[in-house]
Nanobody, 117 residues
Framework: QVQLVESGGGLVQPGGSLRLSCAAS????????MRWYRQAPGKQRELVAT???????RYADAVLGRFTISRDNAKNTVYLQMNSLKPEDTAVYYC???????????WGQGTQVTVSS
């Protein structure tokens, strides 16, 4: 059974930091591209950051320079370090895995991030 379990969300003041984690089980983690998405109330889900199986990284313009995605294949975990948080970063953040070749895609349950004073 495949599971992606996010953690690390919470309430933080503007300018603060959070680190999200997504622990995967039931997959060969190293052959999956990993992504973080977010969905704010009333808005469509949007891609935040990608780290490929080979370590290539891409960010959405809105988070470039503030967020850092990383992965630890030994721990089957992907991280999202979020710095200089803004109220507009408030959303449910989802972890996504996508096999490098096969049509296999999985989602986590999401973790709430709220940026407010």
């Amino acid at each position: 059974q495949v599971q992606l379990v996010e953690s690390g969300g919470g309430l933080v003041q503007p300018g603060g930091s959070l680190r999200l984690s997504c622990a995967a089980s039931g997959i060969v983690f190293s052959v999956y591209h990993m992504r973080w998405y977010r969905q704010a109330p009333g808005k469509q889900r949007e891609l935040v950051a990608t780290i490929t199986s080979s370590g290539q990284i891409r960010y959405a313009d809105a988070v470039l320079g503030r967020f850092t995605i990383s992965r630890d294949n030994a721990k089957n975990t992907v991280y999202l370090q979020m710095n200089s948080l803004k109220p507009e970063d408030t959303a449910v953040y989802y972890c996504n895995s996508n096999h490098v070749v096969a049509p296999r895609e999985y989602w986590g349950q999401g973790t709430q991030v709220t940026v407010s004073s």
